[in-house]
């Protein structure tokens, strides 16, 4: 499975941003899908999950209340809104193992190439 992360780019505090995830194979259309991302000098981090059938989704409590993640099959979405300086960093879509929305790195078993979100302040 390949997954191809676009959307990206460099925006202002307050902007908003799409990020989308395609992947390769409708395979993923059963599995659990999700957002991580990965600032200079930090560890990768969960951002957002969603589940096989987009009935359950998670977030972290520093985006809860900005950002919406959302699919459509075997496509993923990120929808950011009020986006901070401290949202820069490069995000990474990635297939789960299973059919569930998890929050940890451990649990997901495709992952994209990342694409580049930077807020100026």
């Known amino acids: 499975v390949q997954l191809q992360a676009s959307g990206g780019g460099l925006v202002q505090a307050g902007d908003s941003l799409r990020l989308s995830c395609a992947a390769s194979r409708r395979t993923s259309s059963n599995n659990g899908m999700g957002w991580f991302r990965q600032a200079p000098g930090k560890e990768r981090e969960f951002v957002a999950t969603?589940?096989?059938?987009?009935?359950r989704s998670y977030y972290s409590d520093s985006v809860k209340g900005r950002f919406t993640i959302s699919r459509d099959n075997a496509k993923m979405y990120l929808q950011m809104n009020s986006l901070k300086p401290e949202d820069t960093a490069v995000y990474y879509c990635?297939?789960?193992?299973?059919?569930?929305?998890?929050?940890?790195?451990?649990?997901?078993?495709?992952w994209g190439q990342g694409t580049q979100v930077t807020v100026s302040s």
């Open positions: 969603i589940n096989w059938n987009g009935g």
């Open positions: 990635a297939v789960a193992r299973g059919a569930w929305a998890s929050t940890s790195k451990n649990d997901y078993q495709y």
